[in-house]
């Protein structure tokens, strides 16, 4: 009789995902688990470009002047938040005033202010449960979700009991949508519409 099937299985950790060559390494450990992320679809790229092209110039940058400033964004890079949950968000933020310089390293281990997922119908599931769990008991002030095939935009904020939904939005609405409520966001634009000059 073989105890193999008694053996708990090893869970994966940074250590896991860096062994992987870098251009080959679209993965998460999501409960102790390496777990592939989703080939973007092109609704995917697009709407996660549009988002960034919409933030980056108003808030990437050192708070005052004629824009809002005050972040650091980032695009597709891996944060640590425990040992055996490791993500690679589609868009994430840490505001200046609680990082002064831009995080190093790989994986960040430093808790961002805000994440963003563009789901992709593969791994949807992941990014609103088994993440967004784990993003509130890591207390991740600001939760965004961007449905590239429904149209939507769902913006949650933390709270001790748990996550607030604060806005949904769909194509053709104009949000000012926390923490990046500085701005008028028109939310088509994330799904193609063009932005007004």
């Not at 390494?25 to 790229?45: D, M, N, T």
């Not at 590239?148 to 949508?177: D, F, K, N, S």
Request: charged share 30%.
């Amino acid at each position: 009789m073989s105890t193999s099937a008694s053996r708990p299985v090893p869970r994966a950790t940074a250590a896991d995902l860096l062994a992987i060559p870098e251009d080959q390494r679209f993965h998460e450990v999501i409960g102790g688990e390496l777990v592939r992320k989703a080939s973007p679809a092109g609704e995917h790229g697009g709407t996660q470009a549009a988002l960034a092209g919409v933030l980056f110039d108003p808030f990437n940058r050192r708070s005052g002047g004629r824009r809002p400033g005050g972040w650091w964004l980032l695009t597709e890079v891996e944060v640590e938040l425990t040992p055996d949950e490791i993500y690679r968000p589609d868009l994430l933020g840490f505001r200046r005033e609680r990082a002064p310089e831009r995080p190093r390293g790989n994986p960040l281990r430093e808790r961002p202010d805000w994440i963003c997922e563009v789901l992709s119908s593969t791994t949807a599931r992941n990014d609103t449960v088994k993440k967004m769990r784990v993003y509130h008991r890591c207390e991740i002030p600001h939760y965004w979700r961007v449905d590239p095939i429904e149209e939507t935009l769902a913006v949650h904020r933390w709270t001790p009991e748990g996550y607030l939904t604060a806005l949904v939005a769909e194509r053709g609405e104009r949000v000012h949508a926390e923490p990046f409520e500085a701005i008028e966001l028109a939310v088509g634009v994330l799904f193609g519409d063009d932005a007004e000059e």
